[in-house]
């Protein structure tokens, strides 16, 4: 399997200091906005200057890192900025007040050979003897092995390994959906599988639904507090053939505005699960379920972005999962499943009609 060259660009060690020891206002929160071109904006708060925090990350691939180190296309045209705001906000209070804003250019001093740190220490915000910000900027490499569904998991599809900046596609695994045709007195979604082969054949990790989807009383909608769930399988190397461990359980329910939520659990020796990252995906429009530690807090036990499922209107999930945490193929596969389950749960989660006949097979309508 060849990765794809992506980047971590993390922002951290926050904190303020002003000229007097002592800031203007009684008790006040402070927060960082941070901007960088065609990503989407993040928020942190500033802790005490003896804290340490990530603020944000951003993942690039290395062709979004070359776009934004590119001179500017005409002289009027400004070069992409990294740009960070702080503000000020009393507690108890809802407006808030502009502290002032740092920058700095993107350049081609980011490129490969990633730089690792970029910027490390104190800078003014705005202008005279204001508030001070320490930060660091750093650039670490994060490859990645992107995989795509060369069509819906329903659909039985061919994964495929996209290798190089022209994508080029290797076949690696095939999805096997197994809908329930079963009768049932009531209607309701239930039985669905989807196994995941590599290219010999062989089972490698599944993922089979464990509760069924039912709409709640009195509606027409799986809602959150009866959610089906999925029971994400892995192979077991040491048993007979077609022997699984229980690796994880992904929980689905419809919201209101045609959204589904997601939620994905860690069987770990035993338990119930624990609770990993939860996402809302668009009926319609698709969206993204990932699991990033850098982004749960202290309780994500390091180990940083792990894998994202892009579920996308009308194709196949689009995959990527960390080089790091694939030692095998088979951990690849399992990811694939849970990337299976998801985009079957916005399937699922479609409202129920008021008719008694079961739902045999999915379909697209959302």
């Not at 959906?177 to 009531?186: E, K, L």
């Not at 969206?287 to 994500?300: H, K, M, S, V, Y």
Request: net charge positive; charged share 20%; hydrophobic share 40%.
């Amino acid at each position: 399997m060849d990765p794809q060259s992506f980047v971590r660009l993390s922002i951290g060690a926050l904190a303020l200091r002003w000229p007097s020891d002592s800031p203007p206002e009684s008790s006040p929160e402070y927060s960082c906005h941070v901007r960088l071109r065609g990503q989407p904006p993040q928020t942190a708060a500033v802790p005490p200057p003896e804290a340490v925090s990530a603020a944000a990350v951003f993942y690039l691939s290395e062709a979004e890192l070359r776009a934004l180190a590119a001179p500017p296309a005409c002289l009027r045209a400004s070069r992409a900025r990294l740009q960070i705001s702080v503000y000020c906000q009393r507690r108890g209070k809802k407006k808030k007040n502009k502290v002032g804003v740092w920058s700095m250019s993107v350049g081609a001093g980011w490129l490969e050979p990633w730089p690792g740190t970029v910027h490390s220490g104190w800078v003014g915000l705005g202008r005279g003897r204001g508030a001070e910000l320490h930060l660091t900027v750093s650039l670490d490499p994060d490859p990645r092995f992107v995989l795509r569904f060369e069509g819906e998991p329903a659909a039985s599809p061919q994964v495929v390994l996209l290798r190089g900046a022209a994508n080029s596609e290797q076949p690696i695994f095939s999805c096997r959906f197994s809908p329930d045709r079963r009768p049932a007195a009531a209607e309701r979604r239930k039985g669905w599988r989807a196994v995941i082969h590599d290219l010999s054949g062989a089972a490698v990790a599944s993922a089979a639904m464990a509760t069924p989807f039912v709409p709640a009383t009195g509606t027409d909608r799986v809602a959150r507090t009866n959610p089906g769930a999925w029971a994400i399988l892995r192979v077991d190397p040491g048993g007979p053939a077609e022997s699984w461990v229980p690796w994880g359980r992904l929980e689905a329910w419809r919201e209101s505005g045609a959204r589904v939520g997601c939620r994905l659990l860690l069987l770990e020796d035993g338990s119930g699960g624990v609770p990993i990252t939860e996402a809302r995906i668009g009926a319609r429009g698709g969206g993204e379920f990932a699991i990033d530690t850098d982004r749960l807090g202290p309780a994500g036990g390091g180990g940083g972005f792990v894998m994202s499922c892009r579920v996308r209107a009308g194709g196949g999930p689009l995959v990527q999962l960390a080089v790091r945490h694939v030692a095998c193929v088979e951990d690849a596969a399992v990811f694939v499943a849970l990337a299976a389950a998801v985009d079957l749960s916005v399937l699922a989660c479609r409202p129920f009609s008021g008719r008694r006949k079961t739902t045999t097979s999915p379909s697209p309508s959302p």
